[in-house]
């Protein structure tokens, strides 16, 4: 084992379990030190470089930024050992291991960067990676006469490979390193993804599209067999190493009722398995669903009433929300994907995040390849302008808290990634603040 030392600018956000686990350490602590860049005083004792305020509005999560850090790795498990002051860090591992003839230690000098937690993408196709600025039709005719043309390739193992490889580089390239994923409804499309996803050790959520109804007919799948899809990959890749399955259909214009209750149940069957889909993105969206459904009260009530809400289900978009809406959201736990460059790109409408936000936990994501970029930090500037737009600013905290501790909280992967507590798992970025 080797233990590797890195030296930067650090920033991530702290829960208040994290603080308490922080102090703790601190007071378990045999090494003392009277730096000021470090949270390793006893707390509440704050120093100039940490801001110990809530970074949203009675949510209890607070940044931490220490401006000469560390973060200590162990490279064998891949995960953090430590964080903190690096006069503290170095003293702690540097001295004293090569001292005690303990593993060795490899320095890492960023000193001019930043480390942040890797990045969280919770809304995001994989095989419209090259349709990425694809004329701007509103969502129904984009996906007729764009979308579903592209997906028709994924039936072809090699197209699926060739384009997992370069959709995952390109989102390690923009520092994300998990994300929840669409494929297509071809289980080829599946196993590429994850095959290439588990070659890099990145953190992957996806699974079979799910569709039987008002889709091109090569792409839809007979009804049991697309859930027996599900299942198979279920049992071959859920929670191998890092990659996780989700049900995915597509949304409710393209699944039977018979498909999305079928869906629901494989759902509820499994305590770790998440669900993907579509709501509320777009008004003539809204005006199909309630042609097809005329029983159902609205939109999310098709989901509830066949049984795909909860705590593990992500819904993309929720732009277009009644009252009763919001209040099914808080009361199964289900969560929202906000897609901004998406809903800009496509003329969907400006979402409102700080009411969604009120009754439900909120992710930020790029929504490729209606949305724009696969970076989440432009996602986040576009973000800014959607709030901006409705006079309900978003902060920069709140939008790095999004897409790091946040996007995992909502993904019930914060126990695992989204901040540098030690024994999460070492999914870091290194940002060039001069670039």
């Not at 860090?89 to 001019?112: N, T």
């Not at 990676?129 to 997906?151: P, V």
């Not at 060739?162 to 409804?185: H, I, Y």
Request: with cysteine.
């Amino acid at each position: 084992m080797t233990i590797h030392i890195y030296q930067a600018r650090l920033l991530h956000y702290l829960t208040e379990d994290n603080l308490a686990k922080r102090e703790k350490s601190t007071n378990n602590s045999d090494t003392s030190t009277n730096d000021t860049n470090t949270l390793d005083a006893t707390l509440p004792v704050v120093d100039k470089n940490v801001i110990l305020r809530p970074v949203i509005a009675g949510i209890n999560v607070y940044p931490e930024y220490i401006a000469e850090g560390a973060l200590v790795v162990d490279d064998v498990s891949g995960r953090v050992l430590d964080y903190g002051s690096k006069n503290v860090i170095m003293a702690r591992y540097a001295s004293s291991h090569a001292q005690e003839g303990k593993a060795p230690v490899e320095i890492h000098d960023y000193q001019d960067k930043l480390i942040m937690p890797g990045f969280i993408d919770t809304h995001v196709h994989y095989p419209q990676i090259d349709m990425i600025a694809a004329f701007g039709e509103q969502l129904l005719d984009w996906l007729n006469n764009y979308t579903f043309i592209t997906e028709a390739n994924f039936s072809d193992p090699q197209v699926a490979h060739d384009t997992s490889k370069f959709f995952l580089n390109q989102l390690l390239a923009n520092g994300t390193t998990s994300a929840l994923v669409f494929s297509t409804s071809h289980p080829e499309s599946v196993e590429a993804f994850f095959e290439e996803s588990t070659r890099l050790n990145t953190r992957m959520i996806t699974g079979n599209v799910l569709m039987d109804q008002n889709a091109p007919e090569h792409l839809c799948v007979p009804t049991e067999q697309g859930i027996r899809d599900s299942q198979n990959i279920i049992d071959k890749w859920h929670e191998r190493g890092r990659q996780h399955v989700a049900i995915t259909p597509r949304f409710a214009i393209t699944s039977t009722p018979k498909q999305l209750q079928m869906a629901g149940e494989l759902y509820r069957s499994y305590d770790s398995v998440y669900l993907q889909t579509h709501l509320a993105e777009n008004l003539a969206e809204i005006a199909f669903v309630r042609e097809l459904y005329p029983k159902h009260t609205g939109y999310l009530d098709v989901y509830h009433d066949l049984g795909l809400l909860g705590r593990r289900t992500t819904l993309a978009h929720g732009i277009y929300l009644e009252a009763s809406e919001y209040e099914v959201l808080r009361d199964t736990g289900t969560q929202i994907a906000h897609c901004p460059t998406s809903n800009l790109f496509l003329g969907s409408g400006l979402f409102d995040l700080s009411k969604t936000l009120r009754y439900t936990g909120v992710s930020i994501a790029t929504d490729v390849g209606a949305g724009t970029s696969l970076s989440m930090l432009t996602t986040l500037s576009e973000a800014y302008k959607v709030q901006q737009l409705q006079n309900k600013p978003l902060s920069s905290h709140q939008g790095l808290y999004q897409i790091t501790l946040g996007n995992a909280q909502s993904l019930l992967l914060d126990d695992k990634i989204g901040n540098f507590m030690p024994d999460k798992e070492a999914d870091f970025v290194i940002i060039d603040m001069g670039a």
